[in-house]
C-alpha cells in the first residue's frame, strides 16, 4: 500500500484502489487502448526516444510514475478547491475525500430502529460503517431553488445527495436536471411528504412507488434510497419501499442549518461515516441562505478533521 500526502491538509489518504486503475490506464493493459480500438504496434526505438514528453515520461515509469500522475491531480484539485473556499467565505479549505472504497460496507438497520418482519427489508440506518473520517450530505424536498447553491457545491467540489418530494419540485423540474448533470443522485421523498405511518399501505404506495416512477421518467434513473418524511416509518413503509425498487433508508444522525448544527447523539460530535441532513431552504424560513448553510456545514466539517463523501459510493 503506498501513501500519498496532500499539501496544506495534514491528512493521508490510501490510494490503493485508484492506484490500480491508473497503473492499468498507464502501462496500456487490457485487450484494446482506451478508444476501444486493437493495440497499436510498439513504437519504434527512434520513436520511443522522441516521445519523451511528462506523459509519456510517467508511463516508461510504471508504477512510480502513475503514483505521481495522480499526486499532482490531487494537489492541482485541492489547490482549485482553496480558491473556490476563498471565494464563498470559508477559512479553510474542505479536506478531499478519499477513494470510495472497492467493496461497499455492508449496511444493516441500526439498533432501536427496526419493524417486526419476516421479510428481509431495506436497512434503516443513520451512519455508514466505516473508519475513514467522512461524513455525508443529503439535502432534503427540493422547495428552495438557490442558483448559488449550484455554483457554491461545483466549484467546492462538495458531493451531495438530494431526496426530493414531487409536490415542492414541480415548480422547477430543470432545476435539478443541472443538478443531475452536475453528478447529484436524486432519491425519493414521496410525492406529498405525508406522516407515512398514518397512511393505510395502499396509500403509502402511492406517495412512494408513483415518486420512484415520476423521477425516473424525469431524471433517467429509478432510485435506489428512500427517506421517509419526518424519519417516520412503519412495516407497511419498508415493505412498499421494498416493492417499488427502494434498497436502503438512510435517515440522519445530524442536521445543518445556516446558524446550527443539531445532533441526535448524546455527545453532540461527528462520527465516521455520519450522515448529514439539512433542507431545501432560504431567508424566507431560515436566517440566511443555502451558501450559508453550507458554510455552517462545512466549518464544522473540515474543523474537525473531516471529508464529505459521496453518499452513494459506500450504499
Not at 63 to 87: D, E, F, I, M, T
Not at 117 to 125: C, I, K, M, R, S
Not at 164 to 189: C, P, Q, T
Request: charge should be positive; proline fraction near 8%.
Amino acid at each position: 500500500m503506498q501513501l500519498v500526502r496532500q499539501k496544506g491538509n495534514a491528512r493521508v489518504y490510501r490510494v490503493g484502489v485508484v492506484l490500480t486503475a491508473l497503473v492499468v490506464a498507464a502501462t496500456g493493459s487490457g485487450c484494446a487502448g482506451g478508444d476501444g480500438q486493437a493495440p497499436r504496434p510498439a513504437p519504434s526505438a527512434a520513436g520511443r526516444q522522441g516521445a519523451r514528453g511528462p506523459a509519456a515520461q510517467d508511463k516508461a515509469a510504471g508504477p512510480s510514475g502513475a503514483l505521481s500522475a495522480y499526486a499532482g491531480k490531487v494537489k492541482r484539485a485541492q489547490a482549485a478547491r482553496a480558491a473556490a473556499a476563498k471565494k464563498w467565505g470559508l477559512e479553510q479549505t474542505p479536506l478531499a475525500a478519499p477513494p470510495p472504497p472497492a467493496v461497499k460496507p455492508t449496511i444493516t438497520t441500526r439498533k432501536g430502529f427496526e419493524v417486526e418482519d419476516g421479510d428481509e427489508l431495506p436497512p434503516v440506518f443513520t451512519t455508514v460503517p466505516t473508519k475513514e473520517k467522512i461524513v455525508f450530505l443529503t439535502i432534503d424536498d427540493g422547495a428552495e431553488k438557490d442558483p448559488e447553491l449550484l455554483r457554491m457545491m461545483s466549484e467546492l467540489q462538495i458531493p451531495y445527495s438530494a431526496f426530493l418530494s414531487d409536490y415542492v419540485i414541480d415548480d422547477d423540474y430543470e432545476y435539478f436536471e443541472k443538478m443531475r448533470d452536475r453528478g447529484v443522485a436524486l432519491h425519493n421523498h414521496t410525492l406529498n411528504h405525508p406522516y407515512l405511518p398514518g397512511l393505510s399501505y395502499s396509500a403509502q404506495k402511492r406517495e412512494i412507488c408513483s415518486q420512484q416512477d415520476r423521477l425516473q421518467k424525469r431524471y433517467g434513473t429509478r432510485p435506489r434510497l428512500f427517506r421517509p418524511p419526518y424519519g417516520s416509518y412503519n412495516k407497511d413503509t419498508l415493505r412498499v419501499a421494498k416493492s417499488c425498487g427502494i434498497e436502503a433508508v438512510p435517515l440522519w444522525a445530524s442536521e445543518a442549518f445556516p446558524d446550527r448544527m443539531e445532533w441526535r447523539e448524546w455527545d453532540r460530535d461527528l462520527h465516521p461515516g455520519d450522515i448529514v441532513l439539512t433542507h431545501f431552504r432560504g431567508r424566507g424560513e431560515w436566517k440566511g441562505t443555502m451558501p450559508d448553510m453550507i458554510r455552517r456545514v462545512m466549518r464544522t466539517v473540515t474543523a474537525k478533521g473531516y471529508a464529505v463523501a459521496k453518499l452513494e459510493d459506500y450504499v
